[in-house]
């Protein structure tokens, strides 16, 4: 996944923009993002404040590292039976 140009406080801070007042088209103009792109950031973190957002960061991390851990360890266990199950 490629990573974002922006941080997680410039993110909470183009949000709190929008929940201040600002127009969306207005923000997404200023600092070049798409209108998607702000409401995805919106929907994950609105009322978040920045130790929630760093910490939810580092969970989807740690998520992401165990879910490519688990299928590794799935693709090594289909190796071995595939292997003990032969008839040699």
Known sequence: MRKSRFTDEQMLRIVREIDAGGTWAEVTRRHGISKE???????????????????????EEENRRLKKLVADLALDNA??????????
């Open 79 to 88: 190796l071995l039976k595939d292997v003990v199950g032969r008839k040699w």
């Open 37 to 59: 792109t702000l409401r995805r950031w919106r929907a994950k973190y609105r009322g978040l404040d920045l130790a929630e957002a760093k910490r939810l960061k580092a969970l």
